[in-house]
């Protein structure tokens, strides 16, 4: 029984024991893949032109070109009125690659029908990196796609024109001639260079980190700031978000420890520099975390004290007190000569200071 890998390992997750010993079967030679071609093609009564299934075969030899090569004969079998095949038909129909490309515009053609174009072609620059200045495919998690992608991309997968990898858990566009003759591709490509750069670098980072994680490795400063950029404008693998949390998580902490020292400088140079204390502490709060710490010494430092004179009555005993019928109100005298006057409701409403003989009133 022959099986795909993807479905290997969902069989073997649901069933213990059900596959023993698999073969892994790899792709054919060239040997085998020139067998491929002539022996169906001679059972059926076609044949071609001299050195063309040498030049087919050898068109096919890179990546998984082979099913494509199978669309390709086809094409060619149908529109062959004479049952021979020859080499300008051949190149006519494309080669290899140019099928690869005709047949990814149709399917893409289609899917923009159903999809946003935008997301369908993020979904293929999924597939693409930047090595330098050579294009190379992309391995792409299936666990870091959203809904979206998974769907175009199985339908991508389904035309031939993305192949499983890694027991079915990721996928990878099947061959180069998609990004080097396929022209929209290429096109996306170019005009998403610098981007792709950006987050090739990125996923390069966050493999080395995720294999080896130490702070020393984290993103900082102007790197981290632009990695964050580019986390609100591409989707980016779990790997590279992992970093970007476990960088800004790291940059937080190291800030409000920055924001502490600070605080405690400020506090150091107080007496001997109060205006420099004022800068620094004022530095911290606006440009590192608002930390306890920074906050109450900025307050010490440049809040200013508020005294207030409380209106205080009698502090010895009362000598006399008369009723005012006409201001409803009490007063009290004591023997240090303060009169006080209060409402009718107690609350004390004047107090009267014996100072030199002059009333000085004060009222509540």
């Not at 339908?155 to 990721?170: N, P």
Request: glycine letters at 4%.
């Amino acid at each position: 029984m022959a099986i795909r890998p993807e479905f290997r390992r969902r069989l073997t997750d649901q069933q213990a024991g059900f596959i023993t010993r698999p073969v892994a079967i790899g792709l054919l030679d060239p040997a085998r893949i020139r067998q491929a071609v002539a022996e169906p093609a001679r059972a059926a009564g076609l044949t071609f032109e001299d050195d063309l299934i040498d030049r087919m075969t050898a068109d096919a030899t890179v990546g998984d070109a082979l099913p494509l090569l199978s669309h390709l004969l086809q094409r060619l079998h149908l529109q062959s009125d004479r049952q021979h095949i020859t080499v300008a038909q051949y190149e006519q129909a494309g080669e290899v690659g140019g099928a690869i490309a005709a047949h990814a515009e149709q399917i893409y053609e289609s899917l923009t029908d159903r999809y946003p174009e935008h997301a369908v072609d993020s979904a293929l620059l999924r597939g693409i990196a930047m090595e330098g200045k050579e294009t190379v495919r992309r391995t792409i998690e299936r666990s870091d796609l959203d809904t979206t992608a998974a769907r175009i991309l199985e339908e991508f997968r389904a035309a031939r024109l993305i192949i499983d990898v890694e027991d079915g858990t990721c996928l990878e566009l099947t061959h180069d001639a998609l990004f080097r003759q396929w022209r929209r591709l290429a096109s996306l490509i170019s005009a998403n260079e610098e981007r792709l750069h950006r987050i090739t670098r990125l996923e390069h980072r966050a493999a080395a980190w995720q294999a080896d994680p130490h702070t020393d490795d984290l993103l900082r400063g102007r790197t981290l700031a632009d990695a964050l950029a580019l986390a609100a404008e591409v989707p980016l693998s779990t790997a590279a978000r992992r970093l970007l949390d476990a960088s800004q998580e790291f940059d937080h902490q190291d800030r409000v420890r920055q924001s502490e020292r600070i605080a405690e400088l400020a506090q150091q140079v107080r007496r001997q520099d109060p205006k420099l204390a004022v800068a620094l502490a004022h530095t911290a709060l606006h440009e590192l975390p608002p930390t306890p710490a920074v906050t109450t010494t900025r307050w010490a430092l440049t809040g200013a004290s508020r005294t207030r004179h409380l209106t205080i009555g009698h502090t010895t005993g009362i000598t006399s007190a008369v009723w005012l019928p006409d201001r409803e109100a009490l007063r009290t005298a004591d023997k240090t000569g303060r009169v006080c006057t209060w409402d009718d409701a107690g609350r004390l409403a004047e107090v009267t200071l014996p100072l030199t003989g002059m009333d000085t009133g004060t009222h509540c």
